[in-house]
């Protein structure tokens, strides 16, 4: 087998001789560890500061021996620079200052220099790169151009996102002109990623979900496509994760993403099926099954793994990012057995 | 064609001259003569007061010449009676108190019975089945077993349901039990419905979508079906619409449902391929597009009606409820589009 590292070797749907496994939003509140760095700066702070983001992002490689680390950072770093900032308050997720109520606002968005802009991030993966094993590929991340849009049009978090789809279907070449300067804003970021050393990059469409087929096929792939194209370079995966749009995983796959992001609600066989046997799948157990007993756990990750038939072009993920309450012990057994089982399905 | 409602056929898969249309919530606030209704009372008695809950349902059928109308009043009506009271604050979703947080609250609940407690709910029936037109058959409505034990549990609405799930991961046969006592309490709630005059009932499992396959088929199929066995009769059909199961409705359709709901995520056409010939698929427009113009509305409704195939064993709905800021005129436009046109496209 090559020597690349396994994790880079899945997402490309080369043999593994096990699969690998990280796990979304890994460096975070269920460690304590983590709260122990968060006691003492905000959340922004952490990300900002190469340092603590570096030790954070480090945390869970260090406490678990997980196959991949991702950069800590948020989805919307990329909103303040265009004059939106964004502020944490509690329990009711982001809020963006500015919204996008109109047309107008649109073109009210200011263009940056991701170089010096976000050249916080770029500190950070260097940093991070230097201290993480050489077997460890770190992963840089961006949200898509339909979740950003989401936040700034809605102002904040949504459950029903009429907001934002009431924009794209009333007001269409504005929502053209906001689609490409995310798009392009993205492209940026991510390349700066890859630069600094990211060895990888995920594109999270957290709310995609919300759409009809119709919609996603306008609004999700056609710019998610325009990233995928701006950022792909021999050896550096591209994985996009669209949320909630098992029910049309095969638009999802016109990205052209060589590793496709799977929720809990599709098992990855029938994934498999809508895909066809190309991009490299990652997922899918429900976050929510890490609350549960090791008797009701165990099973389901055995379904995940079954699922995946021979494991080739299989990442082990969560549908969606680790809870909060999760117990530490729940997730040290979730990667021991996908580590320590999952050679034995192979070929 | 037979004298029988059209709506009442189509749900059968019997022959329709034309795709029957009704509208999730469709007696709402999108309408200005609900809204009307609604500042001289609360929700509660809105629900409990024959004469408003009578004049509520029948306005979207006077306004728009509906297909079929759908008793005004709520999901959770079946918990104040099991000693839990509901409370509607504005805009963060209904309040439950005593929520279940272990065993010991499901054996609290209190016994009941539908026809003492929930009569409210028969008088308005046999009241506005008398007002309504003789083809207008009138819908009956209850909660699945899954929905409402996460209102109990979770206390009021959620994003991640993680509590619930988290309750059914750890404690199996106390959720054994309070789902086994919510699917009896929900087939007395509809067969008083059907006894007071009810020609069909829908049962919303509005949640489900967070749970994996294997939780649903636990979780969900289980109760609801005994709950379709426990109120199937001849010539009433059971609709089951469990929002978010696109890629898993062939489970859904293991309860046995003759009509199974369909969200916009999941095109009607992929939707028969997974359940087979015999359920009728109700839905399933994008509430969202309601919001937009004509131009992006009519081909949305196109679609759906296009992946209808030639329409039998389809009723024209929306994947959701009617969104508040709906602008009446595309509500009636919609309505005229489907019924003017969907005759042309029978064999």
Chains 1, 2 share one sequence.
Not at 151 to 166: A, C, D, V, W
Not at 271 to 292: I, S
Request: aromatic letters at 8%; glycine letters at 8%; charged letters at 25%.
């Amino acid at each position: 087998m090559s020597t690349e590292p396994l994790f880079l070797r899945a997402c490309q749907g080369l043999p593994t001789e096990r699969t690998p496994i990280w796990l979304m939003r890994q460096a975070g509140r269920f460690m304590p560890e983590y709260r122990a760095v968060r006691a003492k700066a905000d959340f922004w702070t952490l990300c900002k500061t190469p340092e603590l983001a570096c030790e954070v992002t480090l945390q869970p490689i260090d406490a678990f021996g997980l196959d991949a680390a991702i950069v800590f950072s948020d989805l919307l770093t990329v909103l303040p620079p265009m004059g939106c900032p964004v502020h944490f308050g509690k329990g009711h997720g982001p809020e963006v200052e500015n919204a996008v109520d109109g047309p107008a606002d649109v073109d009210r968005l200011r263009d940056f220099d991701a170089r010096e802009d976000l050249a916080y991030v770029g500190d950070a993966i260097r940093m991070i790169v230097g201290a993480l094993p050489a077997d460890v590929p770190l992963i840089g991340f961006a949200g898509a151009p339909f979740t950003l849009a989401s936040y700034l049009i809605e102002g904040g978090s949504s459950r029903q996102f009429m907001k934002t789809k009431t924009f794209l279907h009333q007001e269409p070449e504005a929502a053209d002109r906001l689609f490409s300067r995310l798009a392009s804003v993205v492209i940026d970021l991510l390349n700066l990623q890859i630069d600094a050393g990211c060895r990888a990059v995920q594109i999270f469409d957290s709310w995609a979900g919300c759409l009809d087929p119709d919609d996603y096929a306008r609004w999700g792939v056609r710019y998610t496509r325009r990233i995928v194209e701006g950022v792909k370079r021999p050896g550096i995966p591209v994985i996009v994760f669209a949320k909630g749009t098992g029910t049309y995983l095969d638009l999802v796959a016109q990205t052209e993403a060589d590793v496709l992001g799977v929720d809990w609600t599709l098992p990855l066989d029938r994934a498999r099926a809508l895909v066809g046997p190309k991009p490299a799948l990652q997922g899918n157990l429900d976050p929510a099954r890490l609350l549960g007993t090791w008797e009701t756990l165990r099973p389901a990750i055995d379904r995940v793994l079954d699922a995946a038939g021979d494991g080739r072009g299989h990442i082990f993920n969560l549908g969606h990012g680790i809870d909060r309450h999760t117990p530490v012990d729940n997730v040290r057994r979730l990667v021991e057995h996908v580590q320590s089982t999952s050679g034995a399905r192979r070929p």
